[in-house]
């Protein structure tokens, strides 16, 4: 009798596990297995990186990314060229390939080094331009847009420690204090 619940019991959570592991299992669709070639000359890229004092760690670094789309998660990934390291922090590599000044403020590469930056969390973001040899840091903030209503709390805060300060004054005077 006691056997028969221990076998129940083990195949059940078995049976338990395997359906568990079906049902939490992100789908994998449309996600390309085969490496990408290299879209710039990979030797200029490194050498840059080794005469400014960076180790490589991982080439064309890969983070899944899950995306729900109307109850739907579709896999997906985003990639950087290379992932380095200098002093114990990791640095996430971007290497900018093609004529031109590189623009800050160019749509395409600025969502590229913020997805990037967010996915992979490092210490620091680097951007190297092959047509210079330049390697730049990158970093973004938010700043808070001030508007109207920040003006108002502002002046707000300020009236009640004026009035606050109004009344201890004339608890001092009438030496109710």
């Known amino acids: 009798m006691l ?51 960076y180790q490589i760690i991982i080439r064309q670094p890969r983070k899944n990314i899950i995306t729900r789309f109307q109850g739907q998660d579709h896999l997906s990934y985003t990639e950087a060229d290379y992932l380095v390291k200098r002093e114990k922090k990791k640095y996430l590599v971007i290497v900018k390939t093609g004529e031109g000044e590189i623009d800050p403020n160019e749509p395409a590469l600025r969502q590229r080094l913020l997805v990037n930056d967010y996915a992979f969390s490092p210490d620091g973001l680097l951007l190297i331009d092959l047509s210079t040899g330049d390697l730049m840091p990158v970093s973004f903030s938010f700043p808070h847009n001030r508007s109207i209503d920040s003006f108002f709390q502002l002046f707000i805060v300020f009236f009640i420690i004026m009035v606050v ?13």
């Open 3 to 53: 056997e028969t619940i221990l076998i129940s019991l083990a195949v059940g959570i078995i049976i338990g596990g395997v359906l568990l592991y079906l049902i939490l299992k992100p789908r994998q669709t449309n996600l390309p297995q085969t490496p990408t070639a290299p879209r710039f000359p990979e030797k200029d890229a490194e050498n840059t990186l080794k005469k400014y004092g």
């Open 165 to 177: 300060i109004g009344i201890i004054w004339l608890m001092v005077y009438l030496k109710l204090f």
